[in-house]
């Protein structure tokens, strides 16, 4: 009988130190390296075919389809049998929205520069990963992390930007662990709903310091404290939970000046309390978990979903994909969608163990539902998505792509 096999690695894809100060947003920059970051590959093999699942401690997927392509070319693995997400902190480059602060040769060039890095770091990765692969057990558990809560809050006539502790919020945890057929520990995978913005807009010696944030964070005390593992963390229906403590405090008029307020240096302690925190949560849930053997199989599939804008007849197309691998199936979004379309979206899978990736293949901004578009919240002002529309269409796709799996 065929095995499913499994590999896992991780790779630095830090930016050089030369190309420092790194832009970030108007005139904020990423001045000092406060944390390394890393792109973390798994890649499963069943019978002749491979899929690659891909976290990178960035903003967004920089260069989404020209990185799917070269990762697909370069490896002979289809396209839709990748899933490549970025953890969405905000203490790093967003090197695919550079028209987000003022444009300037120097900048665009160092972005460049540390795009072609990034792919060479994620080629050297991913053949690491494959090199490794190796029969493999899995094991899932959901448990419960509180570090997050919902952030739309109703402070004038609309919804805007702050905590609200009334208003739906996910706490799930969910984690896989996957071993070796010697028990050893091959990797981790961890799906919470959480904006990484611990950090965003904390300024310290008057930059910003490039970081993972949260999940960054995370990810590494997991591999400190289980060496040899790799631990991606993975981001679910984020679109409309913040961390329950941020370290920026918005901008204040001051003479006449608007000047930032936040925590500072100080801020990095509120960093560590909610990492570690969260990290036992983790490791709660790491107790209550046997790997077991599973039958293999690999299918996935891929369906673009076309949903109306608001005022004219135009339509935004949204990329959704399914990793099926073995007992375990990967939705994936290449944007941010609030809990409910989170909880739809999932619901509609016929398997238990179904976790939703964002940010997954590319970025389509926000995707808000029917209450953020109504009190025209944060996520709402700048998604053009027709209300009443967006919910439904994912569920149907999301439908459809399972019901032909069943036909296979």
């Not at 770091?121 to 570090?147: D, F, M, N, Q, W």
């Not at 909610?274 to 209550?288: A, F, M, S």
Request: glycine fraction near 8%; proline fraction near 4%; aromatic fraction near 8%.
């Amino acid at each position: 009988m065929n095995k499913l096999l499994c590999g896992a690695a991780k790779g630095d894809i830090t930016p050089n130190e030369k190309l420092f100060p790194m832009p970030l947003l108007g005139p904020l920059k990423i001045n000092t390296i406060n944390d390394r970051i890393h792109a973390r590959v798994l890649a499963f093999q069943y019978d002749d075919r491979k899929s690659l699942l891909i976290a990178l401690d960035m903003t967004l997927v920089p260069h989404s389809d020209d990185l799917l392509t070269f990762i697909s070319d370069e490896f002979g693995i289809e396209r839709k049998n990748i899933l490549i997400c970025a953890t969405h902190t905000h203490e790093v480059t967003p090197i695919s929205l550079a028209h987000i602060y003022p444009p300037d040769p120097e900048d665009t060039a160092k972005c460049d520069d540390w795009y072609q890095s990034i792919k060479q770091t994620l080629h050297s990765t991913v053949e690491s990963a494959l090199s490794a692969l190796r029969p493999c057990k899995i094991g899932y558990r959901e448990g419960k992390s509180y570090i997050n809560c919902n952030r739309d809050e109703i402070k004038t006539d609309k919804a805007e930007l702050g905590f609200n502790f009334e208003r739906p919020s996910d706490k799930k945890l969910k984690l896989i662990r996957i071993e070796d057929e010697n028990d050893k520990i091959i990797a981790f995978f961890v799906n919470y709903a959480c904006h990484a913005v611990v950090m965003n807009g904390c300024i310290v010696a008057g930059g910003i310091g490039l970081s993972g944030d949260l999940p960054g964070r995370t990810s590494s005390q997991i591999e400190n404290i289980y060496p040899g593992s790799v631990c991606l963390w993975t981001s679910g229906a984020a679109g409309d939970q913040n961390p329950r403590m941020t370290t920026n405090f918005g901008m204040k008029n001051v003479d006449g000046k608007l000047v930032y307020q936040n925590l500072g240096e100080t801020g990095y302690m509120v960093l560590d309390m909610l990492v570690d925190e969260h990290v036992r949560d983790i490791l709660k849930t790491n107790k209550g978990i046997t790997c077991e053997k599973t039958d293999g199989e690999i299918r996935c599939r891929q369906t673009i979903c076309k949903c109306p804008k608001r005022e004219d007849d135009g339509e935004i197309e949204y990329l959704l994909s399914v990793l099926w691998i073995g007992n375990l199936v990967f939705e994936g979004i290449d944007g941010e969608v609030p809990t409910s379309i989170g909880e739809s979206t999932v619901r509609v899978s016929p398997n238990e163990k179904t976790l939703l990736v964002t940010h997954a293949n590319g970025y389509k901004g926000y995707i808000p539902d029917d209450w953020q578009i109504e009190h025209n919240s944060f996520e709402a002002e700048g998604a053009f998505i027709k209300k009443g529309c967006v919910e439904t269409l994912f569920v149907k796709s999301f439908r459809e792509m399972f019901r032909l799996f069943d036909k296979e």
